[in-house]
């Protein structure tokens, strides 16, 4: 177990976990967990059910305070920081039970995510000067682009509740990429899809990658996605790291192969 | 016409007031926020007005100089932002928070002297002759607030405080910052309550420790969630119909063959129909009568 780079890729870290730990009262649900993630990877995150993968999501995006360890990302320490300075810096998530704004429509979910590169206030705002006119506009734009990207842009009207199940993760990605992100976590981003869905998932996860030049981080339980998609992967299980390196060295690796693949 | 205004002056400034009052309501609960702290705010505004006009502004004439009063809503809305940093609370925590607020001001306006203890402030000059002339102040901070908030519900602020109130975390995670928004509508409640309760002083021409109560709360809670508590017109209509509520059941009570118990219950059993209004309204209308779904429906044309 090794943390460099993919064969042949020079390292350029974006995000640094160091000996990242949570405790809740006795139980250590992510146990010293280091590794790098290098820019423009997509590095995969699996593990069984309760390897405390989500918890250490939600350990790098603030939701949660550490235990002990520290988080570099782009060389600043980010470890203190709270989710919306987090997601200021150029983090953005989705969510493993999905939270979008359900009474909001799909435009507004993500026109709501530009809301950090926006800088008009109450008073602007409420005067509709020409500035604070064109801003929206733009934003609203950036966000039907988006939506066009993840194929939702014919309902961008409709309350975002309403939507299919598949078609609100894809929601989730265009709203989170309306953050303009340099690390983009996805959380189960495939769960609840069918086979066509996750080929799909994983033709536009590549795709963002290329064109947004963005480094992703994700957590999925359908390995042959993640051994097919992934330039590294890390396994964890009950809160440790047990694994990292390219898919295959992951996959004939016999600590991995004992706690845990063989799922689907 | 003009006995139709000496008349009913009174309960239509009224009226416009329990409009702006339900503004005030709805304003934190754009970002999900329970406040009950507008009578408190109500009573702070009505006080400083009380004691100024009373005790700082001298002034001749008969009337009581318009700017004034301007001046004395300018600081009862100053004295309101101050507000209170208690928005690390979530959800019930704060609304038991600003029942204790609004207590705590009831019980110093008793027992302070310069609040006039348990006898309160009398006598406050009046800058009008009539009170219906008060619409002169009342319908354009009504209108100003009506605009405020129909701006605000299509801004990028509004936005983030209807993300707020869908899913904090979310909007958290989404570069919002959920205190920050969460402060500013409950400043912007605040200021709101603050400017009727000035106005109000010298409208009711007395003030004491009766007004702004946790009772008033109930009742301003009342006109946003059965008015409607998605959007600012669900408030203002709320507002103006409730507050004529408890005069045409009173009118209803007069009404030739009814049994006694009737009468006297639709008269005085006010604070009990608001509160079944309250309970049927949230089971049967949980977004009040008004919603943007209606509103969408009544404007085929919109945007």
Same mark, same amino acid.
């Given at each position: ?67 002990? =360890? &520290? ?13 919306? &300075? ?67 842009? +014919? ?12 078609? &609100? ?58 051994? =097919? ?16 390196? +390219?898919? +295959? ?16 | ?6 008349? #009913? ?34 009573? *702070?505004? /009505? ?24 001046? !004395?809503?300018?600081?009862?809305? *100053? ?33 302070? !002297? ?35 908030? #129909? ?16 899913? !904090? ?50 009742? #301003? ?12 017109? /669900? ?6 119909? *409730? ?10 009570? /007069? ?19 608001? /509160? ?28």
């Amino acid at each position: 177990m090794t943390d460099e780079p993919k064969v042949g890729k020079t390292i350029k870290p974006i995000l640094e976990v160091r000996k990242m730990t949570r405790r809740f009262g006795g139980l250590v649900a992510v146990n010293k967990v280091s590794f790098t993630v290098q820019k423009n990877e997509i590095f995969g995150l699996i593990g069984p059910n309760g390897a405390g993968k989500t918890t250490l999501f939600n350990l790098i995006t603030g939701l949660m305070p550490s235990s002990e =360890g &520290q988080l570099i990302y782009e060389g600043e320490e980010i470890t203190k920081l709270r989710p919306y &300075q987090i997601a200021a810096k150029g983090i953005a998530r989705t969510f493993q039970n999905l939270r979008l704004f359900g009474n909001l429509s799909a435009l507004e979910n993500v026109a709501i995510a530009h809301h950090i590169h926006n800088k008009t206030g109450l008073i602007k705002g409420i005067l509709g000067l020409p500035p604070a006119v064109a801003e929206e506009q733009k934003t609203f734009a950036q966000a039907l682009e988006l939506l066009e990207l993840v194929g939702l842009a +014919e309902r961008s009207q409709e309350k975002a509740c309403n939507f299919a199940y598949g078609d &609100q993760r894809r929601l989730e990605i265009a709203r989170a990429l309306a953050l303009k992100p340099k690390l983009l976590l996805l959380d189960e981003p495939a769960a609840g899809m069918n086979p066509n869905e996750k080929g799909a998932l994983s033709e536009l996860i590549r795709q963002i990658r290329d064109t947004f030049n963005l480094t992703v981080l994700l957590i999925e339980h359908h390995v042959p996605l993640v051994m =097919g998609l992934c330039d590294r992967i890390a396994v964890l299980d009950f809160g440790q790291l047990i694994a990292l390196g +390219e898919p +295959e060295a992951v996959k004939n690796d016999p600590a991995v192969i004992e706690a845990y693949l063989g799922d689907e | 016409m003009s006995d139709f205004i000496n008349n #009913y002056g009174f309960l239509i400034v009224s009226m416009i007031f329990g409009a702006i009052l339900g503004l005030s309501v709805y304003l934190p609960l754009m970002a999900g926020q329970l406040s009950l702290a507008t009578p408190g705010f109500y009573a *702070l505004g /009505g006080y400083i007005a009380a004691i100024l006009s009373t005790q700082v502004f001298k002034f001749t004439g008969n009337l009581f100089p318009v700017p004034f009063l301007l001046l !004395e809503m300018l600081l009862a809305g *100053l004295v309101s932002a101050l507000g209170i940093p208690v928005l690390r609370l979530r959800g019930i925590y704060l609304a038991i928070a600003t029942i204790a607020f609004v207590e705590i001001l009831r019980v110093l306006a008793l027992n302070l !002297e310069i609040t006039g203890g348990a006898v309160g402030i009398f006598a406050i000059p009046q800058p009008f002759q009539t009170q219906i002339e008060y619409l002169w102040i009342a319908l354009p901070l009504l209108i100003i607030s009506m605009f405020f908030l #129909y701006r605000l519900e299509r801004i990028r602020v509004g936005r983030a405080l209807s993300a707020i109130r869908e899913d !904090e975390l979310a909007a958290d995670a989404m570069g919002i910052n959920p205190t920050h928004y969460k402060v500013m509508s409950f400043t912007l409640g605040a200021i709101l309550a603050g400017l009727v309760g000035a106005v109000s002083a010298h409208f009711l021409n007395t003030w004491n420790a009766r007004q702004g109560t946790f009772d008033a709360s109930i009742i #301003y809670l009342a006109f946003v969630l059965i008015g409607g508590s998605r959007t600012f017109i /669900g408030p203002v209509l709320g507002g103006i119909v *409730l507050t004529a509520l408890p005069e045409a059941l009173r009118a209803m009570a /007069g009404i030739g063959n009814l049994p006694t118990w009737l009468a006297n219950f639709l008269r005085d059993g006010r604070l009990i129909i608001f /509160g079944l209004l309250i309970v049927i309204g949230s089971v049967f209308y949980p977004q009040g009568i008004i919603t943007p779904d209606l509103l969408k429906r009544l404007k085929p044309v919109k945007r």
